[in-house]
């Protein structure tokens, strides 16, 4: 079946309808984020529906069933040997992996085919992802200094990137581009934060032999990749000895996935026009025994197959392949492991429900605003005509939705009896702030359409009355 719909794709080049090779340059950038934003859009309205749906289960007569299924063993014992860990641990220390290796991806992908390869632009969202960093940090400390939950400052610093562009997405077209591509580049660098506050803040004590080992295995990829290696299976099954590694060493394992995804060659295999002189090189045999299966015929055609599928680069094969996995299994598998929170609990310390709601609610927007104001004011950055500071201050508020990494990090950081309340803060701020944002957005979007409709009128009644 491969074989024939390459066949006839060949046939369709050969008669001048090279729709789809070569590609131009835009088409690198342009297809990718169109892909993004729609799988992003639908992955979060799935992701809403498993966070419901843990929330109903978490407070209803299935309760205590619901929180023993994530508490169940799973492992393998050899002898003396034994390696185990809950079902909601291997969730959020494995499952996730593959989550920080699609977003090491998306930022590589970015920084030498997307937004952040240009300079100013590339400063004005790491500028405002570090401000909707710092500044929300700033606040927690300000709440929770000297009391119990000052560990989790680390909690209010990232941002959902499949919920807040969900929540741009029931805007449609009555925002611009710019806006959507300013919090896609946002949330990565954000999150990218969030794994180094995970590797250097909530880390264990490091066992510096198993780090050596981590090391020659990163080399040992390395050389896979250089010597060209292209079997995933490989990869992966290195990998996996990667994650044991990191894990035994002391650091956070699901760092694997972000180094992995860093490693990725960006590179082509295969050029347009070497896919293109392939092509030509292939079509008149086929052509000509179009009919005849021979073994040759096979032959040229999986050359042919293998030479289409290199045309692209590892990373962005990779991220196709993974991101509607991660959109529509991992994270919501996350979120039903993760946010059932028993809300008839009154045992909660309101303080830290309050440190981060507020660190998300204000410190989100104002060092969004703060830091991007900076960086345009010393000339850093630049921000697109089209992305007004309305729409900066709206985009702002967006991000104060943390779920995801919030939720991950919040694991690592609280004690057992602390963890439901960061949970409810956490929802509570992610509930208020795409609230709060949508409306803004709507409201901003709805303005700018109407000053458009009447300067639009003007125009035609300028032209009625001063013809030409």
């Known amino acids: 079946m491969r074989i024939k719909a390459l066949t006839n794709f060949l046939l369709a080049d050969n008669r001048g309808n090279a729709e789809q090779l070569p590609q131009s340059p835009i088409d690198w950038i342009t297809q990718p984020l169109g892909r993004f934003f729609k799988i992003e859009a639908a992955a979060g309205l799935v992701l809403l529906l498993f966070t419901l749906l843990a929330l109903y289960l978490a407070n209803s007569q299935f309760s205590a069933q619901f929180a023993a299924l994530w508490e169940i063993p799973i492992g393998i014992s050899v002898g003396s040997l034994s390696f185990e860990r809950s079902l909601h641990a291997w969730i959020n220390d494995a499952v996730m992996t593959l989550f920080f290796f699609l977003i090491a991806?998306?930022?590589?992908?970015?920084?030498?085919?997307?937004?952040?390869?240009?300079?100013?632009?590339?400063?004005?969202?790491?500028?405002?992802?570090?401000?909707?960093?710092?500044?929300?940090?700033?606040?927690?400390?300000?709440?929770?200094?000297?009391?119990?939950?000052?560990?989790?400052w680390g909690t209010v610093m990232a941002t959902d990137t499949a919920f807040v562009i969900g929540c741009?997405?029931?805007?449609?077209?009555?925002?611009?581009?710019?806006?959507?591509?300013?919090?896609?580049?946002?949330?990565?660098?954000?999150?990218?934060?969030?794994?180094?506050?995970?590797?250097?803040?909530?880390?264990?004590?490091?066992?510096?032999?198993?780090?050596?080992?981590?090391?020659?295995?990163?080399?040992?990829?390395?050389?896979?990749?250089?010597?060209?290696?292209?079997?995933?299976?490989?990869?992966?099954?290195?990998?996996?000895i990667l994650w044991l590694m990191i894990d035994?060493?002391?650091?956070?394992?699901?760092?694997t996935g972000v180094v992995l995804g860093l490693m990725t060659p960006t590179s082509r295999w295969v050029s347009d026009n070497k896919l293109h002189d392939i092509v030509n090189a292939l079509w008149r045999p086929i052509a000509k025994e179009y009919t005849d299966q021979t073994h040759l015929h096979t032959r040229l055609l999986r050359t042919a197959e293998s030479a289409a599928r290199e045309a692209l680069s590892p990373v962005e094969r990779l991220e196709f392949l993974l991101h509607p996995w991660v959109g529509f299994v991992v994270m919501p598998l996350f979120a039903f492991a993760n946010a059932g929170i028993p809300l008839n609990n009154q045992d909660m310390p309101t303080s830290i429900v309050l440190a981060i709601f507020f660190s998300f609610v204000l410190g989100k927007p104002a060092g969004i605003c703060l830091f991007s104001w900076f960086a345009i004011q010393t000339k850093l950055a630049e921000r697109p005509a089209d992305l007004s500071w309305g729409l900066i201050?709206?985009?702002?508020?967006?991000?104060?939705?943390?779920?995801?990494?919030?939720?991950f990090i919040a694991n690592l950081a609280y004690a057992p009896e602390q963890i439901n309340a960061a949970k409810l803060g956490i929802l509570t701020a992610s509930l208020f702030s795409s609230v709060i944002g949508i409306a803004l957005l709507f409201f901003i979007s709805g303005k700018?359409?109407?000053?458009?409709?009447?300067?639009?009128?003007?125009?035609?009644?300028k032209r009625l009355q001063y013809p030409l």
């Open 105 to 152: 991806l998306e930022l590589k992908r970015e920084l030498v085919l997307g937004e952040l390869r240009k300079p100013k632009l590339a400063l004005l969202s790491i500028s405002a992802a570090a401000g909707g960093m710092i500044v929300p940090a700033s606040i927690y400390l300000l709440f929770q200094f000297g009391q119990a939950g000052q560990h989790g």
């Open 448 to 461: 700018n359409q109407t000053a458009g409709k009447s300067k639009e009128q003007k125009m035609s009644t």
């Open 168 to 240: 741009l997405a029931l805007l449609g077209t009555r925002i611009p581009k710019s806006l959507r591509i300013f919090m896609l580049s946002l949330a990565i660098v954000d999150d990218l934060g969030a794994i180094m506050v995970v590797a250097l803040g909530y880390g264990n004590t490091l066992d510096w032999l198993f780090l050596g080992a981590a090391f020659i295995g990163l080399v040992i990829i390395k050389c896979m990749s250089s010597l060209g290696i292209r079997s995933l299976a490989l990869f992966f099954a290195a990998g996996s």
């Open 393 to 407: 201050l709206a985009g702002g508020i967006l991000a104060g939705i943390g779920f995801t990494m919030a939720i």
């Open 248 to 255: 035994a060493a002391g650091i956070h394992p699901t760092v």
